[in-house]
């Protein structure tokens, strides 16, 4: 009986979410069959720990579970793709934070059309080239939807955090997308 | 959110403000008050107009996973043995093809059965007795034309290895045969009309029901299609209502002179290499 409930509970609060999950774990591995080694590993976890989950955060709880065993794999797996990246460069710092008045001369904004153009592939190239953190949070929201509380929730880390991150993710992948044109 | 981060120092994080302003986490009475600063600063507002082409063009362009019916039965068996499902699920296939069929996270000509014993109780309870399938089996029939209706739809038949051999050697199909259609809408055009590709055929899109037949020794007897019992799925796996379930008996009936399977030619007619990969597009 026990375990019926167990999986009652998880079939309405996780089930709901498996292919955002399915969709993160896509993102932070870069490769389908790994996504699938971690996306089952991270369900069995789920369904373990379903008593620890509060009824109104399954969504951001299961990508947590996801984000983790992704970390965990590759760690175990020694990617050299999840090298972690604390901090900006001095530039990007200014750039994240001022807003881009260093780009003040620039009035025609051809950016905005390339990034308009850029095909699918090219796209998902640049992203998979982000730095896991940044990746995660430019999916998270961008891709699947999330508000910076739930972002926030996923990474453990302060709201500040992700909105940092995010405004790097974004700037770091137009600069890929200029450098890739030119 | 309520107010964003640092929004008492704006002078700084004028640019972080363009983000949240974009994402909506701003609270209305600042976003007026941000979107004139942006507005009076041509840079900000370049800004603003890239990373909405941004998030634009990722939200369109990125590939987005969809959970299939089928890893959601892996799922619900793994959680019930408490065992990850172990690669060797994926059968007798080469690593090569196994690699190709990750890729669509599909998989053929597994040996299917909805073995019922390791299910939970009310996944047969009462009349609900034909289980969601773990795995597909043998692709062994495609119908790219619906002559039933003009709406057109795409259905793929699956049987399950026992099966096949059977029915290739003479015999009746054997009890436990589970036979699954997936049925798919297709590409339609701007009215709504299925579109052909260059060879006439259709192109199947979205996984819209998972149909299944079963054959068990003393089933049947409320109906008379034999021994079998019917089941609509949705793509998640739950049940559809039984109105429709009756409406398979009353129809399957017809085909009483082949075991109530109207594919039976095409089932004695398969291939055991008919190896194709069950595709699951979101669109």
Redesign the interface.
């Known amino acids: 009986v026990q ?2 409930d167990e ?1 009652a509970r ?1 079939e309405r609060l996780v ?1 709901p979410h ?2 955002d999950a ?2 993160i ?2 993102w932070l591995t870069r490769n ?2 790994d ?2 080694d971690v ?3 991270s ?2 976890r789920a ?2 720990s379903i008593r620890q989950l509060e009824e109104e955060n399954g969504r951001a709880w299961m990508l947590a579970i996801v984000r983790n065993t992704a970390y965990t794999w590759s760690r175990k797996n020694r990617s050299a793709s999840f090298v972690l990246v604390e901090d900006l460069t001095g530039h990007e710092r200014i ?10 001369e ?2 025609e ?1 051809p ?2 059309h390339l ?2 153009k ?3 592939d090219r ?2 190239i640049a ?1 998979e080239g982000l730095p896991p953190q940044f990746r995660e949070v ?2 998270l ?5 999330l ?3 739930e972002i926030a929730q996923v990474i453990g880390a ?3 955090t992700v ?2 991150r ?2 790097r993710a ?1 700037e770091r ?2 600069q890929t997308l200029k450098a890739g044109q030119s | 959110m309520t107010s964003p981060p640092n929004s008492n120092n704006r002078g700084q994080d004028l640019g972080m403000l363009v983000h949240a302003y974009l994402d909506g986490e701003v609270d209305v009475a600042d976003a007026a008050a941000i979107k004139q600063q942006i507005d009076a600063n041509p840079a900000l507002a370049t800004r603003l107009e890239n990373y909405t082409a941004l998030q634009n063009a990722l939200r369109t362009r990125l590939p987005r996973e969809q959970i299939t019916p089928f890893q959601l039965a892996r799922i619900n068996t793994a959680i019930v043995t408490r065992r990850s499902w172990a690669r060797p699920t994926w059968g007798a296939l080469a690593a090569s093809i196994l690699l190709a069929l990750a890729l669509s996270s599909g998989s053929t000509w597994l040996v299917l059965r909805s073995d019922q014993t390791r299910l939970p109780a009310s996944d047969h309870a009462g009349s609900d007795r034909v289980a969601f399938p773990r795995e597909l089996g043998v692709l062994y029939a495609t119908f790219e034309t619906d002559k039933d209706g003009p709406s057109g739809y795409y259905r793929e038949t699956y049987a399950d290895q026992a099966a096949l051999d059977a029915v290739k050697a003479g015999k009746p199909i054997p009890y436990g045969t589970v036979l699954v259609r997936a049925v798919y809408d297709v590409l339609r055009d701007s009215k709504g009309a299925p579109a052909k590709d260059a060879n006439g055929r259709l192109t199947k899109t979205k996984l819209l029901s998972v149909n299944v037949m079963e054959k068990r020794a003393g089933w049947g007897g409320r109906y008379s299609a034999g021994e079998w019992d019917f089941q609509s799925f949705a793509p998640d796996g739950t049940r559809r209502a039984k109105p429709s379930a009756s409406a398979c008996f009353a129809c399957h009936n017809k085909a009483q002179a082949q075991d109530f399977v109207f594919s039976l030619d095409k089932l004695k007619a398969a291939k055991r290499q008919g190896a194709s990969i069950w595709r699951y597009f979101q669109r």
């Open positions: 375990n019926e999986r998880f089930v498996l292919s399915l969709t774990a896509r389908r069959s996504a699938e996306f089952q590993e369900c069995l369904f373990r750039e994240a934070e001022r807003g881009g008045e260093l780009a003040n620039n009035n904004n950016e905005t990034i308009e850029v095909d699918a796209l998902e992203v430019l999916i929201r961008d891709l699947q939807g508000g910076y509380r302060p709201i500040g909105m940092s995010l405004a974004r992948l137009i």
